[in-house]
């Protein structure tokens, strides 16, 4: 014994004797913002190149070539750069060794000449 009226159906939902519900033609319930997944390839930091290449209308090869070349000459370049600091840094050394044996070996003829030398340059300077 059920007193209260019938709920109200939206529009397209039928009700059949047996008691099933069917529905028909329903719009789809907004769920939310679509979020699409794209897989994006890790690129360098610095896209100029690409930019260039893209605005001036080169190419994808120009494009490619950059992606490529690009992290590969800043390796180069680091490399080189690293063994040529370890060059400056060997030659220091080995120039600070010299002037300490040079100098703990000379003698005292050695450090007259020195201050001779040292006179003829403030002379002439």
Same mark, same amino acid.
Request: net charge positive; glycine share 10%.
């Given at each position: 014994? $059920?007193?209260?009226?019938?709920?109200?159906?939206?529009?397209? @939902?039928?009700?059949? *004797? #047996?008691?099933?519900?069917?529905?028909? $033609?329903?719009?789809?319930?907004?769920?939310?913002?679509?979020? /699409?997944?794209?897989? @994006?390839?890790?690129? *360098? *930091? #610095?896209?100029?190149?690409?930019? @260039?290449?893209?605005?001036?209308?080169?190419?994808?090869?120009?494009?490619?070539?950059?992606?490529?070349?690009? *992290?590969?000459?800043?390796?180069?370049?680091?490399? @080189?750069?690293? $063994?040529?600091?370890?060059?400056?840094?060997?030659?220091? /050394?080995?120039?600070?060794?010299?002037?300490? /044996?040079?100098?703990?070996?000379?003698?005292? #003829?050695?450090?007259?000449? /020195?201050?001779?030398?040292?006179?003829?340059?403030?002379?002439?300077?």
């Amino acid at each position: 014994m $059920n007193h209260l009226p019938e709920p109200a159906r939206p529009s397209g @939902i039928v009700q059949l *004797p #047996d008691g099933h519900v069917y529905a028909e $033609n329903l719009p789809a319930t907004y769920t939310g913002p679509q979020v /699409v997944h794209q897989h @994006i390839h890790q690129a *360098p *930091p #610095d896209k100029t190149v690409q930019r @260039i290449a893209l605005g001036s209308g080169v190419g994808a090869g120009a494009v490619a070539a950059g992606v490529y070349f690009g *992290p590969l000459l800043v390796g180069a370049l680091t490399a @080189i750069a690293a $063994n040529i600091a370890m060059l400056a840094v060997l030659a220091l /050394v080995l120039g600070w060794c010299v002037h300490t /044996v040079v100098k703990s070996v000379g003698s005292p #003829d050695a450090a007259s000449a /020195v201050k001779n030398v040292r006179k003829a340059r403030r002379r002439s300077g």
